[in-house]
């Protein structure tokens, strides 16, 4: 079961490895990548088994968390190769939510509510439609293995109750 779930994870950040949300370049450089910058408290959430794939890497500082499901989340120093960026950091600012529909689990990528420095979140359709399709094969590879399934459905359900508090908040504006 662990092979499946490396490959599975494997397979999700190869999905993700050469495509950004606006092709064909870095779309950090536009916002002085500002989804890379922040203090000791700020990361990005790692999915099981990425840790180990990390720990090596100069680039982050990979710390324990009290949230993200009992798993880490890596800081980043400022730059990184772009080669060995987290899963997290490759679908941003985008999440793959796992939604039900007609008795079965379906992946949906919707713009992550927590993802509000990002500007491209204000003009969402600037989003190159084949990142869409890649966050979405990406979640598909990550609903393979027990793990990261398990993971991705804890996260989905925050995601929604996060995105559901924040329309309730504007709708009372």
């Avoid at 939510?97 to 491209?120: F, K, T």
């Avoid at 890649?134 to 109750?161: F, H, N, P, Q």
Wanted: proline share 7%; charged share 30%; net charge negative.
């Amino acid at each position: 079961m662990k092979n499946n779930f490396k490959s599975g994870l494997q397979k999700a950040l190869d999905e993700l490895e050469n495509i950004t949300p606006l092709k064909p370049f870095n779309c950090g450089k536009l916002c002085s990548a500002r989804c890379c910058s922040g203090g000791d408290n700020d990361g990005m959430g790692l999915f099981p088994g990425e840790k180990e794939l990390l720990e090596n890497c100069k680039d982050f500082e990979i710390n324990d968390s009290e949230g993200n499901f009992g798993e880490p989340v890596v800081v980043c120093r400022g730059g990184c190769d772009r080669r060995k960026r987290p899963l997290a950091c490759r679908i941003f600012p985008l999440f793959p939510l796992a939604v039900e529909r007609e008795n079965e689990i379906v992946i949906v990528p919707v713009p992550d509510p927590r993802a509000g420095m990002c500007p491209l979140l204000r003009c969402p359709e600037k989003i190159d439609r084949r990142f869409y399709r890649a966050v979405r094969r990406a979640g598909e590879y990550l609903m393979r293995d027990e793990d990261t399934r398990k993971y991705l459905l804890e996260l989905s359900g925050e995601i929604t109750d996060i995105a559901e508090l924040a329309e309730r908040l504007q709708n009372m504006a």
